[in-house]
């Protein structure tokens, strides 16, 4: 009976609000605004947890950077991504005939993403940005959105929610909430860290002796563009100073497949001319300057990325776009736009580029099947960090770092801690770049329920799971679009979780919620797949010399055996809950050639028997090899041996999966 009194209470009115008109559209459970992957992951997870929802998109396209240009995805480690995450990333490899794909040009992310909205029939609003949010005792009890391209023409429309979820970059819907939140870089005493604030760097820096001023050696005549006015400051220090943004470019060399880059029509060379100074001074070759990190992705297609002193990242330019009204981020867009077009024509056409240079960017060109309706030029500005949550908890350095570890984890990081460069000032009379941070190396680890929650003193009915509650240096960990997708999915259980229990978000119960992410991790009643790694104590057994590595892992660390007199042995031990039938996968390390077999022997007891099976680790090196499907009865009978007898080389051990097959 309540399904159909909300679809009677869902029917237009057109009502006036401050002289225009306003539709109401429909009364929903759960209200997702911000059509990013973690938007749509969220608006799928509320669906399958039976609830009503809308997902709101401001512009035309979902998905965010995961189909808006970033092929390359920045794991850090696949153990941290998990439940609909994880299944994004299969369904890629299913595409390419994998198990799983990490790279992927932006059209075949498109069709994934948009598979998760068919399978559930979400209702997505396009092109529809918020204008206010209606906030009584704490709960925000409506919002109220205008068309974006057409604000003044078009009527208002209004979402009525018992729960919000904010799954912007901009963190758009809690500002309008009036949650508390953070813009730029705290100091490093604010939270006891020692990468936030003021650092300079070697990465992506200019070399030594770049003169900075448009007449060089003539301080009268000014800086040239993009060098601001601002002083170096301590070491440490705090500022409200945004790092950079920029467009990952899907680019091409298959000639039959590319587009020329063209000149711009508002190009102006002068934008470069601190790139042509740092040429001279630096090794004549692509790497140094623009295609770069080359995310190396399927049909000839590379996801190009910033590198170097001046590249695609326009630095600098963007301090007014996290609280910026509507026309001053597009200003802002396309101010991107013109730079990045114009800095391809520079480097392939400017006669200060070395020929030699020249010739190596001229190989490639716009990838003419991608994008194709936004004349193949990515769709998403690369926001890479812009309000964050003031929460219940705030995630820091020593999160990351694994010096303080929550108890709540609904969710994992596991990149290091990446800022990009936040200024371009003069010291010392040469052009340099400040604020970038590249600190790796350490193992994955969990993010907080409450950082994904306001103070309960402000609101009681919102989550935010991308504009995370984390410091600036713990937030570059943070901010990867898989972490986005798990801490979306999450955010939709709990949201459902605290409209059946009738409570704040900040009362859901976590141990639940955690029990139902592990336990039914695709919200489809699928069995959760059997994971054992290397430092299960309760799930292993070894015989033989054995030593622990770190690097190159699956999850913490991997177990490696020079197997010297060819008899070392390791024993993964799964408990199988429910008898059937799984895929057996074991992770291969990515090690050296030189430190691998060619072959390892890999001895599997299932319920038929034993079967001896011969993995080639130097060619599936950090992936999973399949070791075949078998039959298992429930219970501790199970185990998977890393045979050294029939190994004729060393040995790894990292983890095994058991995959349920229906």
Not at 437 to 447: E, L, M
Request: hydrophobic share 35%.
């Amino acid at each position: 009976m309540k399904k159909y009194i909300l679809l009677i209470l869902s029917f237009l009115i057109v009502i006036q609000i401050n002289g225009q008109e306003m539709q109401n559209l429909k009364e929903v459970d759960i209200c997702i605004y911000g059509g990013t992957a973690s938007g749509v992951i969220a608006a799928y997870s509320a669906k399958k947890m039976g609830k009503s929802v809308v997902l709101i998109e401001p512009g035309k396209y979902l998905g965010g950077m995961t189909t808006g240009g970033l092929g390359s995805t920045d794991i850090g480690n696949k153990y941290a991504v998990t439940g609909l995450s994880r299944l994004f990333y299969r369904r890629i490899g299913t595409h390419y005939n994998k198990f799983e794909q990490w790279t992927f040009p932006p059209s075949v992310a498109m069709q994934e993403i948009t598979r998760f909205v068919n399978d559930a029939n979400l209702d997505v609003l396009y092109l529809k940005r918020i204008v206010n949010a209606k906030v009584e005792e704490r709960r925000i009890q409506s919002i109220t959105l205008e068309d974006s391209k057409d604000p003044k023409g078009k009527p208002l429309m209004q979402i009525r929610a018992k729960q919000f979820i904010d799954c912007t970059y901009e963190g758009d819907l809690m500002a309008k909430a009036n949650v508390s939140y953070f813009v730029g870089r705290e100091s490093n005493e604010e939270f006891d860290e020692t990468l936030n604030g003021v650092q300079m760097s070697y990465w992506h820096q200019f070399p030594d002796g770049v003169d900075p001023y448009v007449n060089e050696g003539d301080p009268g005549s000014g800086y040239c563009w993009g060098i601001s006015n601002n002083l170096l400051k301590e070491t440490g220090s705090g500022d409200k100073l945004i790092q950079a943004y920029n467009f990952r470019l899907c680019l091409t060399n298959n000639k039959e497949n590319q587009r020329p880059f063209e000149k711009p029509d508002n190009y102006d060379p002068a934008k470069y001319e601190l790139l042509a100074r740092a040429v001279k001074k630096m090794d004549l070759h692509i790497d140094n300057y623009l295609l770069i990190n080359w995310g190396t992705m399927p049909e000839n297609k590379y996801d190009v990325n910033n590198r170097g002193p001046l590249s695609t990242d326009m630095i600098g330019m963007n301090y007014e776009y996290p609280e910026g009204d509507y026309t001053v981020r597009e200003k802002i867009w396309k101010e991107h736009v013109d730079y990045t077009k114009g800095l391809l024509y520079f480097l392939t056409h400017d006669p200060k580029i070395p020929e030699k240079l020249k010739q190596q960017v001229q190989e490639f060109g716009w990838a003419k099947d991608e994008f194709v309706d936004n004349d193949n030029f990515p769709t998403q500005l690369y926001v890479r960090e812009a309000r964050r949550l003031n929460g219940e908890y705030v995630m820091t350095q020593s999160n990351c770092q694994g010096e303080e570890t929550v108890g709540d984890g609904i969710g994992m990081a596991a990149y290091g801690m990446d800022s990009h460069n936040c200024q371009r000032i003069v010291v010392n009379g040469m052009v340099k770049n400040e604020g970038d941070v590249q600190y790796h190396g350490f193992s994955p680890y969990p993010i907080s329920y409450k950082s994904i929650t306001p103070k309960k003193t402000e609101c009681v009915n919102l989550l935010v799971p991308v504009c995370v509650s984390s410091t600036h240096i713990a937030f570059g960990s943070i901010r990867m679009e898989p972490v986005f997708m798990v801490l979306g999915q999450s955010a939709a259980v709990a949201a459902a979780m605290a409209i059946d229990q009738q409570s704040a978000v900040q009362d859901v119960n976590v141990t639940k919620l955690r029990k139902i992410l592990k336990d039914n991790p695709y919200l489809d009643g699928t069995l959760p797949e059997l994971l054992i790694d290397e430092n299960d104590i309760d799930k292993i057994s070894k015989s033989g010399s054995w030593r622990k590595s770190y690097g190159a892992h699956y999850k913490n660390s991997y177990l490696y055996s020079e197997n010297l007199k060819s008899a070392d042995s390791f024993t993964f031990k799964p408990i199988i809950k429910e008898k059937g039938s799984y895929e057996v996968m074991m992770y291969c390390t990515s090690l050296g050639d030189d430190l691998l077999a060619d072959e390892m022997g890999v001895d599997i007891v299932h319920a038929n028997g034993n079967s001896t099976v011969f993995v080639k680790p130097k060619t599936t090196k950090g992936a999973w090899a399949s070791l075949g499907t078998y039959s298992f009865e429930k219970g501790s009978g199970t185990s998977v041996v890393i045979n050294g007898k029939k190994t004729n080389g060393p040995l790894f051990a990292d983890a095994i999966l058991l995959i349920p097959k229906k």
